[in-house]
């Protein structure tokens, strides 16, 4: 039996510039700073469809979407920050434009990615096809993954 994947990536070319810290970080990750992200999705199906694709990537217009109000000249700020309040001051000063986010780092970012396209894939395409990884990278040399084990 086969299986067929393909990939969709918003390199960093798109500009989705996020700026966030590790605050439980020892080292200089624990200040702000900022990349711009890189995001590749891998697609998954055990058949093809009837255009012998596994996902039509002209579908994932609410992928960018996404991507861009989640990521794009955002600060992501962890919901356990002790600086949150700090964050939320220059929210309101119109300073920042603040996303409150379970974790920071290329790992939650790719958890996220994966949590959302997940749903989205489901709703487009039932149970055909299937979300296989996300990686961000915030360079050539940083990156995570996460994948589906479902």
Request: proline fraction near 1%; charge should be negative.
């Amino acid at each position: 039996m086969n299986k067929f994947y393909s990939s969709k990536t918003y390199g960093h070319e798109r500009g989705l510039s996020a700026a966030f810290r590790q605050w439980r970080a020892d080292s200089h990750c624990k200040f702000i700073h900022g990349y711009s992200l890189e995001f590749e999705f891998v697609f998954g199906a055990n058949e093809l469809d009837e255009r012998n694709w596994v996902v039509d990537f002209g579908n994932l217009k609410q992928l960018e979407t996404w991507l861009r109000s989640n990521f794009d000249h955002k600060t992501l700020v962890a919901e356990d920050d002790p600086m949150l309040p700090s964050f939320q001051s220059l929210q309101e000063s119109d300073t920042i434009d603040m996303v409150i986010v379970e974790g920071t780092g290329t790992e939650m970012f790719a958890k996220m990615a994966m949590d959302y396209s997940r749903n989205l894939i489901e709703e487009l395409y039932g149970s055909r096809c299937w979300v296989e990884s996300v990686t961000v990278r915030e360079h050539g040399a940083n990156s995570a993954t996460c994948q589906n084990y479902s």
